[in-house]
């Protein structure tokens, strides 16, 4: 019912910026809140940044002062801008959206394939 669209990981060395994209798209009714969680080799899916549809945001510690989440509402789309990147941000960047659909009676989670995002020293 409702699919999402990553777009703009990439090979980037320390200390550059990626800007990453997710588009929603399906039966929608309304999107409460959007963010990006990262996944390394061998580790678990940590959140990165939230957003919800009023404009509040939240931001892992490890981020704070580097990245900055955005949403564009009108567009079902989110941003993530990545300013100052370090080896440590590698990893495997997905989209996440909590969506209302039409015809539905609850919120439900939608997942996207993800984006690489490699961050060379």
């Known amino acids: 019912q409702v699919q999402l669209v990553e777009s703009g990981g990439g090979l980037v060395q320390a200390g550059g910026s990626l800007r990453l994209s997710c588009a929603a798209s399906g039966r929608i009714f309304r999107i409460r809140a959007m963010g990006w969680y990262r996944q390394a080799p061998g580790k678990q899916r940590d959140l990165v940044a939230t957003?919800?549809?009023?404009?509040?945001?939240n931001y892992a510690d490890s981020v704070k002062g580097r990245f900055t989440i955005s949403r564009d509402n009108a567009k079902n789309t989110v941003y993530l801008q990545m300013n100052s990147l370090k080896p440590d941000d590698t990893g495997v960047y997905y989209c996440n959206a909590d969506v209302f659909t039409y015809g539905s009676s609850y919120w439900r989670d939608y997942w996207g394939q993800g984006t690489q995002v490699t961050v060379s020293s």
């Open positions: 957003i919800i549809s009023g404009g509040s945001t």
